[in-house]
């Protein structure tokens, strides 16, 4: 272990072999300590350890010693080689220096004189420019030239520095300039805003040139655009506080109070007021579009672009979203009378700000502004709490007089409520017919408000057995069925006349229903009337004839008794007219297919069904008086009525009555070896028509192949020697249809 070991162990030691070790400090403390003896007693003895190591190290390492020594002499002596070298580099260096100096500093001073002349030349160059530039800026400024004379001054600016201060050829002159150039800027100011107010383009371009040369093109375009930015937020917002002044108008409240948003007059004022800032907002963009397009179109002559990236500013798009972003606080933040005056005409709101919104896509889509990004922001998102109450409000006007039209307990509206709120739904659907969206919202409303209507019609329409008793007059149920009847008709003509899709159809269905309920007894009773033909003996010959059968007279009675007792009741027959010309074409439908089923059928008969035919013509023609409607089944009865008299085999040439009905008429034709139908499927004749009523040609077709495949198979299993004459018509019709 070294010494130096041995001391760090001690604490009295270990001090002196600290970094941060202090001499006055450890004296002080010795000191204080009254160590002073025993502190030097073991100093002594600690040096004594040290020179003793000191000189053990020594002898141990003598040899060493006496080396590195003579080498120190080695070193004294290149150290001197050196030193003389170095001292003859440095006076080589002196030398090299005497020679070059005197060139140095001649070529440096040439150098001088050289810069001062081209400076002078340069100032001089500049005087005279200048010179020639002020007397050419007078003249111009003399012609009233502002374009001209905003470039002289543009080069002008661009040649005046700090070097030609004290000049008396600049100095004189630069006063003048000064004024030049306030006064061109003051008049650009004036073709600047004479141009946007009027739209002038030519003048708007003037001023941008101006500008542009004076190097205010961007703090005047900035300040155009912000200017309008701000004035249309406060207008806005002026209009929104709705503090308007209303002594002219003669309001005032008791005592002097406000009247504030509870008057005509202030709704008026509010009203005209936000027209007035639409118009502005509206205008002011027509002005920042032609600026726009002036700085998209103009080009800078030094740099080549376009000034609207020379100015860094885009009017456009910062005028839309600041009126877009405006509009958001405000209508967000309206006062409770302003937002009274906008749930309730919401319409006009709508239509301001959302043609002012058209205004400015349209203006934006022209040319020279096709990169100009207008926000995408639909203005209806920003009314859409308006919308909402003004929809619920107009809801309650709409269901309010049908809650007055049908009070309940069985009262029925009369034509003139239901005409009432008729005006009431074209009233909603017209204040909204500015805009399709939300016309078509209205327009829902109205529909709601219609099926109401219906609901309660359908709540007051009779369907039990009450109505099937038509032996009399109408009884109270009939009564109150035909007054239903009369409101969905006055509904369906009044809503027809209205150019909106308000579910005429829904009405138009319940109307059908209605009617139902009163020709549904009429139906039943004539179906019965008109299958009594089958209990009648038409076989008879030619000489027993005697006018028409009797069912007529009782199909006659029932209508007429339809016609003058019912239908008199219906306010508006016309209207219904429709579903009486179905009645009256389902009624001669089913007499012909009554006709075509008759059998046996003679001669006699067949004349007495023509004459039937004629009849029942004449006997429902009061279902339709216009005679018109229904003339397809009129044309079936007359083509038939001339079947009945044609030869069998001539039956098969026949093209305008259906195939189905001359097959089953030609079963009347045919012996008893050949059934009917109905006979095969073991039907009676009625059971049988209504089944063709409510069953296709095909399927009535394929009802008689059915019983002529049943009559072949009888022939065959009975041995009978032919056929009957009338089964190779049927066949070949048969044949035909296939």
């Given amino acids: 272990m070294s010494v130096l070991d041995l001391l760090q162990e001690q604490d009295v030691y270990k001090c002196y072999l600290e970094d941060d070790y202090d001499h006055e400090q450890y004296a002080n403390t010795v000191i204080a300590a009254s160590a002073v003896t025993q502190t030097l007693n073991a100093l002594k003895v600690g040096v004594d350890k040290l020179d003793a190591a000191l000189e053990e190290h020594v002898s141990e390492h003598y040899e060493d010693l006496i080396d590195q020594a003579t080498g120190i002499d080695i070193l004294e002596e290149s150290l001197s080689i050196v030193k003389s070298r170095v001292g003859q580099l440095q006076r080589s260096v002196n030398s090299v220096r005497k020679r070059i100096s005197e060139p140095y500093h001649s070529i440096s001073s040439r150098t001088s004189q050289l810069g001062r002349l081209q400076k002078t030349c340069d100032v001089l160059r500049r005087v005279t420019r200048i010179q020639y530039l002020v007397r050419r800026l007078r003249q111009q400024v003399e012609g009233k030239e502002i374009a001209k004379t905003a470039q002289s001054l543009s080069e002008l600016e661009y040649l005046y520095g700090d070097d030609l201060r004290g000049i008396n050829a600049v100095e004189r002159d630069l006063d003048w300039v ?224 049908v809650n007055i039209a049908f009070p309940g307990k069985g009262a029925v509206p009369s034509p003139a409520e239901i005409e009432g709120i008729v005006r009431c739904i074209v009233s909603e659907i017209s204040a909204a017919r500015g805009d399709t969206e939300l016309k078509n919202l209205s327009v829902t409303n109205a529909v709601k408000a219609v099926r109401d209507m219906l609901g309660r019609c359908e709540s007051l329409t009779h369907h039990g057995s009450g109505v099937q008793d038509i032996s009399g007059p109408p009884n109270q149920y009939h009564t109150r069925n035909i007054a239903v009847l009369n409101v969905l008709c006055t509904l369906h003509t009044k809503l027809g006349d209205i150019p909106a899709d308000l579910r005429a159809g829904e009405v138009w269905i319940m109307v059908r229903e209605v009617m139902g309920t009163i020709l549904a007894p009429f139906r039943l009773q004539l179906d019965q009337i008109l299958g009594s033909i089958h209990e009648a003996d038409y076989s008879m010959g030619t000489g027993s004839i005697a006018g028409c059968s009797d069912y007529i007279a009782l199909v006659e009675e029932t209508i007429t008794h339809l016609t003058s007792i019912y239908l008199t009741g219906l306010a508006n027959k016309s209207a219904v007219q429709p ?45 339709n ?73 095909e399927d009535a077709v394929e009802m008689v192949q059915g019983a002529v495949q049943w009559y072949e198979d009888m022939v065959r299993e009975s041995g009978a020697p032919n056929f009957d004459p009338v089964y190779p018509t049927i066949i070949a019709l048969l044949s035909l249809h296939v």
Wanted: glycine share 8%; charged share 20%.
């Fill in 579 to 623: 579903i009486l010309t179905e009645f009256q074409t389902s009624l001669l439908s089913l007499f012909l297919r009554h006709l075509v089923v008759v059998r046996p059928l003679g001669e006699g008969g067949k004349m007495r069904l023509a004459t039937d035919i004629a009849e029942m013509e004449r006997v429902l023609t009061p279902l």
């Fill in 178 to 401: 000064n004024t030049a150039r306030r006064d061109t800027e003051r008049t650009a100011d004036q073709i600047f805003s004479q141009g946007l107010i009027s739209l002038n383009q030519n003048q708007t371009s003037t001023a941008l040139q101006v500008y542009s040369c004076l190097g205010l093109l961007q703090d005047k375009v900035r300040s155009v655009v912000e200017e309008r930015c701000t004035a249309v937020g406060t207008e806005l917002e002026v209009v929104m506080a709705g503090n308007y002044d209303l002594s002219s108008h003669g309001v005032s409240a008791p005592g002097g109070a406000s009247s504030f948003g509870n008057t005509p007059a202030w709704r008026a004022n509010f009203w005209s007021s936000l027209d007035r800032w639409c118009d502005g907002a509206t205008t002011n963009y027509s002005q920042l579009q032609v600026l726009h397009r002036t700085l998209a179109r103009r080009r800078d002559p030094v740099s080549g672009r376009t000034l609207l990236e020379e100015c860094d500013v885009t009017p456009l798009e910062s005028y839309v979203g600041t009126v877009n972003r405006v509009l958001e606080q405000q209508m967000r933040g309206v006062g409770s009378a302003a937002r009274q005056a906008l749930n309730a005409e919401y319409p006009k709101v709508l239509r301001l700000v959302v043609g002012m919104w058209t205004h400015f896509r349209e203006k934006a889509a022209v040319e020279g502004l096709e990169g100009v990004q207008l926000p995408n922001d639909d203005p209806r998102d920003i009314l859409a709490a308006f919308q909402g109450a003004y929809l619920a409000r107009s809801l309650n006007r709409l269901l309010d007089p």
């Fill in 625 to 697: 008086g216009a005679g018109e409607r229904g003339a397809d089944i009129y044309r079936d009865l007359r083509a038939f009525r001339s079947v009945m008299f044609m030869n069998t085999e001539d039956l098969v040439g026949v093209r305008n009555v259906r195939r189905d009905l001359i097959l089953n008429h030609l079963f009347s034709r045919a012996g008893p070896a050949l059934p009917s139908p109905y006979k095969v499927a073991g039907w009676t004749a009625c059971q049988y028509v209504s089944w063709l009523d409510s069953h296709s040609t």
